[in-house]
């Protein structure tokens, strides 16, 4: 009778389960699921500690985001519960009390919680989130994983999952541990001087009892050791699936500077290199060794892969060797400091090479310690964090456009432990959107990025550390100043699919450094050159091999630095005061002086775009060469100048564009070699430029963009005309299409027309026609030539297009041609004046 009354009760709740063949059918992104979808919560909202209250908070953090969970796999919930202290002072015991992250501000200061003079910050002290907070034992927070794992699955029908999190500094909960029994293990300073638990720090000798050391810690414990032990006693007992190392953690030391290590602002110093990488890696050695079977996440530091390694010794490489590891998303730091270039920069370059295919995108929708909710207020409810970064992706080996297999929310309650549902009513239909128009091809610029490069230079060179910290650097200050990059590459997995996939880059131009004499990679790029491929090299050209420097037409004389006057065949940017004709070119920040200048200047094929001179000595900073037989290939070569300076803060400073040229600028000027204008206009060179990407999905192009100053005026052209933005009314100038668009921004193109000028507007009808799934209309056409860019499986016999005509479609109606296949897959209909629509 027993076992009958359980069958009964399984079979029940098998059937309130919700119908997930329906979910499977009607709930999907076209193929674009995510494998998982993060929530990440402190335990503040959990304001009493009730079991039924508990459940009930459970039930609605799913329900909040019922309407984004049904588009995943796997649901997680990464709990924020403390700052990491509740695993090292774990003792195994149910009934120990637990301190948890209650409290807004910094409570490991020297003013007690609640406390201080009113004219202290937030950083300077902590207040209780409540008035009365609850108290939680550890086996309370058994209690809360196992509620949300069985309240998800009730809500959303799927695999919940629960992780723990592990931060480095003093910003969540107090700890005793790593503030008074253990600052040994303290090193880094981004949050004051020896703030930050050090990833290979050694214990002291601790005669207390610890759920992984009953006796005491011995003397001389690798920290990787203590905490993979306590680790895996804490996440097995408290029910955990998966622990987060927060920032920075296991990347070095300094996550937020760019500084550290090896790198002191002032020089590198290549003898501490090898050491330190040999203590990030025994880092994980030892904690793998006590915890090898939970799977780790990690945030990672703020900035990128070439610089990470070059200034701290961090080794992605070797990192990645973990396979039960997720890598590092997106910085959320973007939404503090407006430094988009360095979080685009960041996510590609450590994307470039994956421990497998999966990697994740992180969102700021809340901070539960700092009285901010980003999407409320640093976002002001614009999207621009949302689209830019969903609109990168990455090829791997295979030639496959790879986009997030993970989304997080960071986090889904504020400071005071409340869940607005104004968040993820505003948040979810951005962020489905932007996965309904992920890249499903390379965009028009590609990143090749030097993944191994950078990791074999550093320790087989003496002298190039300078070159590696470099190269992102510029690309970061290139994103910044209007560069439309989105896709990126390792150089491996492109010498792969150039070989499997001729042609796989025909539409695009690839960005690359100057690659090593005689290797495989220098041999593949001249090939691509030489194919009728496009590119553009930037970087010191010091180690090439002949063969590249002839395709470059390029020879290195003696290094200068300093200022320099800088002249250009670009008109560049509208203004009415101009960029200053300066620049400075510091080596220790540029990868070395400019010694770079055209060989033969009597070339017919190359064109010098911008020189500089210093007293009477003059550089060559930029140029071109094409040649007949390259069958339309192309290469633009540019030394570049970061444009930046250390001056004692976290990250380098931009050079004052009012005063100095911005070096990264000419990255957007040169691509005007290749047809493509992205210009601006704006009053001075004070006004901020605009970061923006330009991306391919289902045939279309979508521009992404952000307007840190909404009274600029865009200023677009590509090879196939002016880009019309869906929804858009755009004025004509000499053939580009001007936008004024607002702070963030999002549309789709799948029309371009070459036309010198007019008002034209691009605007979607409604089907009205059985069998039509989309229609649109141009107008404002004089003799003019539309370019259209339809899905990827509309042919020319399922293609519509009528001139001058309309409901109900049976007059006007013409035939389109293929185009070019130079310019990808798309229709052609010449000499159209009035108006054109296109349906299929």
Request: proline content about 6%.
């Amino acid at each position: 009778m027993i076992i009958r009354l359980l069958l009964l009760f399984v079979f029940l709740q098998i059937l309130s389960l919700p119908d997930l063949s329906a979910q499977n059918t009607l709930g999907t992104l076209r193929g674009k699921n995510f494998n998982n979808v993060t929530l990440e919560a402190s335990l503040k909202p959990f304001k009493k500690n009730d079991k039924a209250y508990i459940r009930e908070v459970a039930k609605e953090m799913f329900l909040q985001w019922h309407a984004l969970l049904r588009h995943a796999d796997t649901v997680s919930v990464m709990l924020w519960t403390s700052d990491g202290s509740e695993i090292l002072d774990y003792k195994g015991v149910p009934s120990q009390p637990m301190e948890w992250a209650r409290y807004m501000g910094n409570p490991n200061t020297e003013h007690e919680v609640n406390s201080g003079p009113k004219e202290l910050s937030i950083h300077e002290r902590a207040y209780l989130y409540l008035e009365n907070p609850p108290k939680f034992t550890y086996g309370d927070l058994k209690f809360i994983v196992q509620a949300l794992k069985e309240e998800g699955l009730k809500v959303t029908g799927k695999p919940i999952r629960v992780g723990e999190t592990f931060d480095p500094g003093p910003e969540f909960a107090k700890s005793d541990f790593k503030y008074k029994k253990h600052r040994e293990i303290l090193g880094g300073s981004a949050m004051g001087h020896n703030t930050m638990v050090s990833c290979y720090s050694v214990l002291n000798a601790d005669s207390e009892s610890y759920a992984g050391f009953p006796k005491g810690i011995p003397a001389n414990t690798p920290f990787g050791t203590f905490l993979g032990r306590q680790s895996k006693h804490f996440l097995k007992d408290m029910g955990f699936d998966f622990l987060w190392l927060s920032n920075g953690f296991g990347y070095g030391v300094e996550g937020w500077s760019s500084t550290g290590a090896i790198f002191n602002g002032k020089g590198f110093d290549q003898a501490k290199l090898a050491a330190t990488k040999d203590k990030i890696a025994g880092f994980w050695r030892y904690f793998r060794a006590e915890c090898p079977d939970i799977q780790i996440q990690t945030r990672g530091t703020n900035l990128s892969a070439g610089a990470d390694l070059a200034r701290d010794g961090v080794d992605l490489r070797s990192i990645y060797k973990d396979k039960n590891m997720l890598p590092p998303p997106n910085s959320p730091w973007a939404a503090l400091d407006g430094d988009f270039g360095l979080e685009m920069v960041g996510y590609m370059s450590r994307m470039a090479e994956l421990p497998d295919e999966r990697y994740l995108f992180r969102y700021y929708t809340h901070d539960p310690w700092w009285l901010n909710s980003p999407w409320l207020d640093r976002y002001g409810r614009e999207p621009h964090d949302i689209y830019l970064p969903m609109s990168v992706a990455r090829i791997n080996k295979k030639g496959e456009v790879k986009i997030p297999s993970h989304l997080s929310f960071l986090s889904i309650d504020d400071s005071y432990g409340n869940m607005p549902t104004q968040v993820p009513d505003e948040v979810t239909p951005h962020i489905l959107k932007a996965r309904y128009d992920a890249p499903t091809a390379p965009g028009p610029l590609v990143w090749v990025y030097p993944f191994d490069e950078y990791h074999d230079w550093a320790y087989r060179y003496k002298d190039r550390l300078p070159e590696i910290y470099y190269g992102d650097w510029l690309i970061r200050q290139a994103i910044n100043n209007g560069f439309p990059l989105n896709t990126v590459i390792s150089t491996g997995s492109f010498q792969n699919v150039v070989k499997d996939k001729p042609g796989f880059f025909k539409e695009s131009v690839l960005v690359s450094i100057v690659p090593d004499a005689g290797s495989t990679l220098e041999k593949e790029l001249i090939s691509f050159v030489k194919g009728g491929g496009k590119m553009i090299v930037y970087g010191p050209a010091g180690h090439a091999g002949p063969a590249f420097l002839e395709l470059l037409n390029l020879k290195n004389t003696s290094a200068l630095e300093g200022d320099f006057s800088i002249t250009s065949s670009y008109p560049g940017d509208k203004m009415a005061t101009k960029y200053p004709d300066i620049i400075h070119h510091s080596a220790l920040f540029s990868g070395g002086g400019i010694a770079t200048q055209v060989a033969k200047t009597d070339d017919k094929g190359t064109k010098i775009l911008a020189q500089m001179t210093q007293s009477g000595n003059s550089r060559d900073a930029v140029w071109s060469r094409a040649l007949p037989e390259w069958q339309g290939g192309k290469v633009v070569y540019l030394r570049g100048t970061n444009s930046s300076k250390f001056n004692g803060g976290k990250l380098l400073n931009p050079d004052d564009p009012s005063k100095l040229f911005t070096g990264p600028l000419l990255m957007r000027y040169v691509l005007s070699e290749f047809g493509i204008n992205c210009l601006i206009e704006k009053e001075n060179p004070a006004v901020k430029n605009p970061v923006l990407t330009v991306s391919r999905s289902n045939n279309a192009f979508f521009f992404s963009g952000y307007n840190p100053n909404s009274t600029i005026t865009n200023h677009f052209k590509l090879p196939q005309g002016a880009p019309l933005l869906l929804g858009l009314e755009t004025k004509l100038d000499k053939g580009n299409s001007v936008y004024t668009l607002p702070t963030s921004w999002n549309r789709e193109c799948r029309m371009f027309v070459e036309q010198a000028d007019g008002i034209v507007s691009y605007k979607e009808l409604h089907s009205g026609e059985k069998g039509i799934d989309k229609r649109c209309q141009v107008t404002g056409l004089n003799n003019a030539t539309v370019r259209i860019y339809p899905p990827d499986h509309i042919t020319e016999q399922t293609l519509n297009a009528y001139v001058n005509a309309g409901y109900p479609w049976k007059k006007g109606r013409i035939s389109v041609k293929k185009g070019d296949e130079k310019l990808g897959k798309h229709f052609v209909v010449e000499n159209v004046t009035g108006s054109l629509t296109v349906s299929w």
